[in-house]
């Protein structure tokens, strides 16, 4: 049976007051045509609260682009789960290769992080990806199986029970390039597999999205593939007409 699709936004760091409200409160509004899948908006930290507001009561969700691996204290800057959860995000993304690449994120780090949003009722979304040299390598499958490694024994395995799974190559974000329906179902089906081989209920239940560069107009086909449950959306998630197409492209024909 085909999991019920899900596609996310990811605002990354752009936006402002009025932006935000303007966008959520459109894709709130296009949202009742959309009862089969599940929406999400991960918009910066500090418009969480005016998009919440925005979206209370509404079947689109919110989310975070990040959380810090710590339940509290002095770290300053950094943003607790509890504090995320508390103004009502339902879903926080971890280990995005941004956060991996440009803030040095590990693979530690990121399953701590996940654990972190699980623990307050959060649902982690665990991007992996490879970036261009691994994929000339043809070191792709290590790099991500790397990647998955702390969710594939205790503790880790208990969040990935709960969690979402982004499958974002390095090489297609922000590029214009996107990998064809056909490469990313491989990385995918790669994915589901090697949980296959720890815990087959996780591997059939599990939604695995695509990331990186998806636009209204590749969104059916790579929406076609078995392994693909949806994606999560950089630069057409702050348009809102590409964004709400690419929701319907969820749709069955
Ligand atoms: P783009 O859709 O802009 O390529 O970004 C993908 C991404 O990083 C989503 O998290």
């Excluded at 599990?206 to 392994?227: C, E, H, Q, W």
Aim: contains cysteine.
């Amino acid at each position: 049976m085909r999991r019920r699709m899900l596609v996310v936004g990811n605002w990354k760091m752009h936006g402002s007051i009025a932006f935000a409200v303007d966008l959520a409160k459109t894709v709130v509004d296009a949202s009742c045509n959309f009862a089969s899948m599940d929406i999400a908006i991960c918009p910066p930290h500090v418009l969480l609260g005016v998009v919440g507001t925005q979206l209370g009561g509404s079947e689109v969700a919110l989310g975070a682009q990040t959380v810090s691996e710590f339940a509290e204290g002095a770290y300053t800057g950094e943003t607790a789960a509890s504090m995320l959860a508390e103004l009502g995000c339902k879903f926080v993304i971890v280990g995005h290769s941004e956060r991996r690449h440009l803030f040095g994120e590990t693979n530690d780090i990121v399953a701590a992080k996940a654990a972190m949003a699980l623990a307050a009722g959060m649902t982690p979304i665990i991007c992996v990806g490879e970036r261009l040299e691994d994929r000339k390598n043809g070191t792709t499958r290590t790099v991500i199986g790397e990647q998955l490694r702390p969710f594939m024994e205790p503790p880790g395995i208990d969040t990935l029970r709960q969690a979402v799974i982004a499958y974002e190559p390095v090489w297609a974000i922000g590029t214009g390039e996107t990998a064809t329906p056909k490469e990313a179902q491989d990385v995918h089906n790669f994915i589901r597999s090697s949980i296959a081989v720890v815990d087959k209920s996780i591997s059939d239940t599990i939604r695995i999205l695509y990331g990186g560069s998806v636009k209204p107009d590749n969104a059916p086909d790579l929406f076609r593939m078995t392994d693909i449950d949806g994606s999560l959306v950089g630069g057409a998630s702050l348009k809102a007409d590409d964004f709400l197409l690419i929701c319907g492209s969820t749709q069955p024909n």
